[in-house]
């Protein structure tokens, strides 16, 4: 008689043979399952995705909350709007003269043939616009590689500005001293892009630098000035996310009589700039 080796098809007693080595197989199995795979890790994944959920939730609660915030002052928004009609419209007649000298000056430097100079920026809820200047730089300036050093250049991409920058002009310098060269940018205020006083228009590579607040500050229309120009100091980057606060907490907290402040202390910062020789 050939001997059958197949568990569960041999002789009598086979049954109970494979029932005790399953048995035993799974006990191997629970016991090589580590820990962290069992109930108590099971638990405790469950509670870390329940926390960055509720995580997730709050930020947008509080997301919300803001913006609520800054769109929120309807009257505010109304009577501002009217001032900055009127005040930029009473500036682009009153410095009508001042247009002109500054034209001729730029034209008699032959340091390039553009009088004035527009650039992409972010306006309210995103939407691109181009803000008038007049020009302060030498033709083809945008080609930063060219004209920046290493040190330059990250300052420039870190800080979207250069200090003693080889490409301004010796006019440009005088109106960058004195805030002259943003005189163009009546006509954005007059044409409902820009107000006043407002966060800085950014460039829409700077919008990452605000993260999650960056639907805040795009909420309301940048500004001639701000808070963050009028009382800016050395130290106010965007490395240390100083200049940052500075935008988010004038979106949240803006009201006509800090607006008037600001103006005045524009005017403050222009003339110790001026003095400083910057």
């Not at 930020?59 to 009257?75: F, N, P, S, Y």
């Not at 943003?182 to 919008?207: A, F």
């Not at 006509?256 to 003339?271: E, Q, R």
Request: hydrophobic share 40%; proline share 4%.
């Amino acid at each position: 008689m050939s001997e059958n080796n197949t568990p569960g098809i041999g002789a009598k007693g086979s049954s109970t043979a494979v029932r005790e080595r399953v048995r035993e197989n799974v006990d191997a199995v629970q016991t090589a399952v580590p820990p962290s795979i069992g109930t108590a890790g099971t638990s405790a994944a469950v509670e870390r995705r329940r926390a960055v959920a509720e995580q997730h939730r709050a930020a947008i609660a509080a997301k919300k909350r803001a913006l609520k915030i800054a769109r929120g002052k309807k009257t505010y928004d109304t009577v501002k709007r009217f001032c900055d009609v009127v005040g930029s419209l009473a500036g682009l007649i009153v410095l009508s003269p001042v247009f002109l000298i500054i034209s001729l000056l730029i034209v008699f430097e032959r340091s390039g043939k553009r009088v004035f100079f527009k650039q992409r920026r972010l306006g309210m809820g995103g939407k691109p616009i181009y803000i008038y200047k007049f020009r302060t730089m030498i033709d083809n300036a945008e080609d930063v590689r060219r004209w920046l050093n290493k040190e330059q250049l990250a300052q420039y991409y870190s800080e979207y500005k250069v200090e003693e920058d080889p490409r301004v002009t010796k006019v440009g310098k005088f109106l960058r001293r004195t805030g002259l060269d943003e005189l163009p940018q009546l006509v954005n205020i007059l044409k409902g892009e820009l107000s006043i006083v407002g966060p800085r228009p950014i460039q829409e590579s700077e919008t990452a630098l605000y993260g999650k607040d960056k639907a805040l500050l795009l909420s309301i229309r940048p500004g001639l000035t701000g808070y963050w120009q009028a009382y800016c100091s050395g130290d106010t980057t965007y490395t240390n996310r100083k200049r940052q606060r500075m935008e988010i907490h004038y979106v949240l907290h803006r009201n006509l009589l800090w607006d008037i402040k600001i103006c005045f202390a524009t005017f403050g910062a222009i003339v110790r700039k001026a003095k400083r020789g910057q």
